[in-house]
Nanobody, 119 residues
Framework: QVQLVESGGGSVQAGGSLRLSCVVS????????MGWYRQAPGKHRELVTT???????YYSDSVKGRFTISRDHAKNTLYLAMNSLKPEDTAVYLC?????????????WGQGTQVTVSS
């Protein structure tokens, strides 16, 4: 299967920046799409951004223009550059990978990394 390990979270003041990383390892399957989700205390998990294998991206309106997703295939690593951070960006950020096992769609999750933005 596919294993994901995030890193790069931390505490910053509003207006600051962080870069998250997600290292992919496992069976060598082609990853069709990867994404970052976040979950704040007491809230549902929220899709932040995705990137397909051919580089197409999607951003939620709440992060558009501030966050940038990228993927380094050579390093098997997904990144999330977060700029102009706001207190409402505070959450656990989770990496997700979608792939096929035969004709079945599967996905894997990382353990998450905490991002805390203070005002």
């Amino acid at each position: 299967q596919v294993q994901l390990v995030e890193s790069g979270g931390g505490s910053v003041q509003a207006g600051g920046s962080l870069r998250l990383s997600c290292v992919v390892s496992g069976s060598g399957r082609r990853i069709e799409v990867m994404g970052w989700y976040r979950q704040a205390p007491g809230k549902h998990r929220e899709l932040v951004t995705t990137i397909t294998d051919d580089g197409s991206t999607y951003y939620s309106d709440s992060v558009k223009g501030r966050f940038t997703i990228s993927r380094d295939h050579a390093k098997n690593t997904l990144y999330l550059a977060m700029n102009s951070l706001k207190p409402e960006d505070t959450a656990v950020y989770l990496c997700n990978a979608g792939f096929y096992v035969g004709t079945y769609w599967r996905d894997s999750w990382g353990q998450g990394t905490q991002v805390t933005v203070s005002s």
